[in-house]
């Protein structure tokens, strides 16, 4: 979910990446329809019909509360045949968690390469050192940043359409917020502030627009997803501990490290019991490393200052914009160092 790439993906170097994603998109641009049509198409199911209806609602409250972009995106809608978008590739050394880098015109560097192929994701994931700790992961949804508003803007897909109610409206909420600010070279701002607004916006979906059934139903979502975060915070914690340890050498670093991981799955398994055996994050933890955890940081490393600078803009949504804006013009160091000023205080998890 994010820009041109969930999360995400880019436009990328060499003939071939470069063909893949225009190729890619122009696909999926060809393949979506005004939703109107899919309403009048006496072939669209039902319970699609309801779930276009329900995210053109989600559309227009995006524009008249949330001060969202008010242009041609989620207006139409594409049936891919396929459970994502795009395929996103990570990775990060096998002893940190610094997201490695792929750079690329116009957008900048971002923590991620996006393929519309899965298979030419893991082609790509197969090249990567043995040095990197390598994750491959669906995406359900990207952004292009609005530059392709004039032919038609991003569609809704059926890669997230049937979310639930308030897992849809975040989606919706995320995606739009790239198209409002975009910083260069900074993934984890970019994405904190798109997921700080789906928050933000999906709270005040569900508040004003959501069925009693629809609230109670994501607020039990929200509780696993809050949970399942507090673990994975607190086993970052415990590896960036051991990684930045000088006094431990590599071999020692890889031996600690095993063992925090292996906490990592037994805790998780509790917790999953706790759940009544909810398994939905099991793909999530099997494929867990060094780069799952990396990405999943930058979605959410920012989301607390962010939050708080909505507080500080008396809770409107254009004023938090402008002053978002305004740090996005700044360096890279002097952002972070404004968020880190904005961050509520908390304290280390256990």
């Known amino acids: 979910m994010a820009a041109l790439g969930s999360g995400c993906t880019?436009?990328?170097?060499?003939p071939g990446y470069y063909w893949q994603s225009v190729s890619g998109h122009l696909q999926l641009m060809h393949a979506a329809r005004p939703v109107q049509t899919w309403l009048d198409d006496p072939a669209t199911p039902p319970a699609l019909q309801q779930k276009l209806r329900l995210a053109q609602r989600m559309r227009q409250f995006a524009v008249d509360e949330l001060a969202l972009p008010d242009n041609a995106s989620y207006h139409r809608y594409a049936d891919l045949g396929r459970r994502a978008v795009v395929t996103n590739v990570v990775?990060?050394?096998a002893l940190s968690l610094k997201l490695h880098n792929w750079c690329f015109p116009v957008v900048g560097c971002v923590g991620y390469r996006g393929y519309f192929d899965e298979a030419a994701a893991r082609?790509?994931?197969a090249t990567l050192p043995d040095t990197l700790d390598v994750v491959?992961?669906?995406v359900?949804?990207?952004s292009t940043l609005g530059w392709m508003n004039w032919a038609g803007?991003?569609?809704l897909l059926n890669t997230f359409i049937h979310y639930p109610e308030g897992e849809l409206a975040r989606m919706i909420f995320h995606e739009l917020a790239h198209q409002v600010v975009y910083a260069r070279n900074d993934t984890a701002f970019n994405e904190s502030f798109a997921t700080a607004v789906e928050r933000l916006g999906g709270a005040r979906w569900l508040a004003q627009h959501a069925s009693e059934a629809a609230r109670a139903?994501?607020?039990a979502f929200d509780a696993r997803r809050q949970a399942f975060r507090a673990l994975t915070a607190s086993v970052r914690e415990r590896l960036e501990t051991v990684y930045e340890d000088d006094a431990l050498d590599d071999r020692q670093k890889h031996a600690r490290k095993a063992d925090v991981m292996a906490r990592f799955r037994r805790d998780y398994e509790a917790l999953k019991a706790s759940w009544g055996g909810f398994a939905g994050y099991d793909p999530?933890?099997?494929?867990a490393n060094n780069a799952s955890f990396a990405a999943q940081a930058a979605y959410h490393e920012w989301v607390p200052a962010f939050e708080a600078l909505f507080e500080r803009e008396e809770r409107d949504f254009s004023r938090f914009y402008d002053a978002v804006r305004t740090l996005a013009k700044r360096d890279r160091t002097q952002r972070h160092d404004a968020l880190r000023a904005l961050a509520p205080v908390r304290d280390t998890l256990p």
């Open 284 to 287: 999530w933890v099997a494929r």
């Open 153 to 155: 803007g991003d569609p």
């Open 91 to 93: 990775a990060a050394p």
């Open 140 to 142: 359900p949804a990207y």
């Open 10 to 14: 880019a436009t990328g170097t060499g």
């Open 123 to 125: 082609a790509f994931a």
């Open 217 to 219: 139903d994501y607020a």
């Open 136 to 138: 491959v992961y669906p």
